[in-house]
């Protein structure tokens, strides 16, 4: 696709997306659950958040270098979890894994990714964090998180917000299943995006590598969330957390947390990292905003780790407002991917760069000149919402 490169932001790259894939694909990336209202108030929390920025300072050269759980970062973004993205685009796990490792931000693989723990891992050699969903299948559990180990991968990321899978309509109207089951009206979608259609064609269907040869559970040929939930333990609870923490030896980062009583029990169990987080609200529709669950979060974690948010980070103004929350950084999902559907690891890699140039150019006109000057005082009305001296974003993590 030519014109990727001349896309100014991330929501052009969505529209470049949308007119290469079929409406099902798309509406299986784009969607949220039930009425949407979680998924839309990602974005809507961020836009009713307002800068007051600082004048006359000399920002002639400004630094994006972080602190990211535990290690470094060339600014304060990783790039979230995404699974069956394949779907989209033959590689495009692979593509996003090495735009991030380009980039120099940490890339998370998911446990449902159609490319396996080891491939990423000599693809693209960075930092790379494995994410987990709990299965019924623990043996199958136990083995993935012993591959991820062996492979060298830093970090366990543990999502803890799919007990069950979200009624996501658009999948459902969409009849739309992995395996793909073909209708009529899914073969008129196909055949209307050649590009897409001619992907699949030469390389076959792609599947969900980490799970290849896992004891399935029962189909639902029409609907793919509630087979991918299916496959999650419902039971799963604190002292199953507790189990993970013991065995695994590494960073352990915990995401899907909105509840400050829940983020105190994370800090006390052993994580190193929390991630607020709504699945990007494609689970629980009515779930707060992420960016507004924040401060809460932020202010019962007290700086004894890191916190991270995710959900509607489309600009690089919205890392700085996360960060003025007290987040040490966000996580992105759908803007990477955006990239990658547009234009494989070129589009992931330029998507990456939107981000990172908007954050630049914004910590220029807020008057700011280090990731670690943005305060609460940068937003109106929030300056004491959160108690600065627990700010997760000052603190190094504990280990
Ligand atoms: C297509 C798609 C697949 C996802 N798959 C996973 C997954 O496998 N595991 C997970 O923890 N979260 C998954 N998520 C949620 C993301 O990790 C992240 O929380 C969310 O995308 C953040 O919102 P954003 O897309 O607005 O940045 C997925 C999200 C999307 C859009």
Redesign the pocket.
């Given at each position: 696709m030519r014109n990727v490169s001349l896309a100014h932001s991330i929501d052009t790259l969505r529209d470049i997306a949308r007119r290469r894939l079929p409406q099902a694909i798309f509406d299986?990336?784009d969607g949220g659950a039930d009425d949407e209202f979680t998924l839309n108030g990602?974005r809507s929390a961020f836009d009713s958040t307002w800068i007051v920025p600082r004048a006359l300072v000399d920002v002639s050269s400004v630094s994006l270098a972080c602190e990211l759980v535990g290690g470094a970062a060339s600014m304060p973004l990783a790039i979230?979890?995404?699974?069956?993205?394949g779907f989209g685009r033959k590689g495009a796990d692979i593509d996003i894994a090495r735009a991030a490792v380009a980039a120099g931000i940490p890339y998370?693989l998911?446990?449902?990714?159609t490319a396996s723990i080891e491939q990423i891992a000599e693809e693209a050699p960075g930092r790379l964090w494995f994410?987990a969903?709990m299965l019924r299948d623990k043996a199958w559990q136990a083995h993935l998180i012993e591959r991820a180990l062996a492979a060298g991968y830093e970090a366990l990321?543990i999502?803890v917000d799919?007990p069950v899978g979200g009624k996501r309509e658009r999948d459902f109207r969409n009849h739309l299943s992995f395996p793909i089951h073909f209708t009529p009206r899914n073969l008129f979608d196909f055949a209307m995006h050649p590009c897409w259609a001619y992907g699949l064609l030469r390389h076959g269907l792609p599947v969900a590598e980490n799970l290849r040869g896992m004891r399935p559970p029962e189909p639902d040929v029409a609907r793919i969330t509630p087979t991918l939930g299916r496959m999650c333990d419902p039971s799963f609870d604190w002292h199953a957390l507790q189990v993970i923490r013991d065995t695994w030896p590494r960073t352990l980062i915990v995401?899907?947390i909105l509840h400050a009583a829940d983020a105190e029990r994370v800090c006390e169990l052993g994580a190193q990292a929390v991630v607020v987080?709504n699945?990007?609200?494609?689970q629980l529709d009515g779930a707060l905003p992420a960016l507004r669950a924040l401060p809460a979060v932020v202010r019962a974690v007290r700086g004894r780790i890191p916190v991270l948010v995710?959900?509607?980070?489309?600009r690089g103004t919205d890392i700085l407002k996360a960060r003025a929350l007290g987040a040490q950084g966000v996580?992105?999902?759908?803007?990477a991917?955006w990239g990658a559907m547009a234009d494989g690891q070129d589009g992931a890699t330029h998507a990456l760069a939107i981000l990172r140039s908007e954050l630049e150019r914004a910590m220029q006109l807020s008057g700011v000149r280090a990731v670690a000057d943005i305060s609460p005082a940068l937003l109106h009305g929030n300056a004491n919402d959160i108690a600065i001296d627990g700010c997760s974003a000052c603190l190094p993590p504990k280990h």
């Open positions: 299986y990336f990602n979230a979890p995404t699974g069956g993205i998370t998911s446990s449902s990714a994410q969903y990321v999502t799919l995401k899907g987080s699945h990007g609200g494609r995710d959900g509607g980070v489309r996580l992105t999902g759908r803007a991917l």
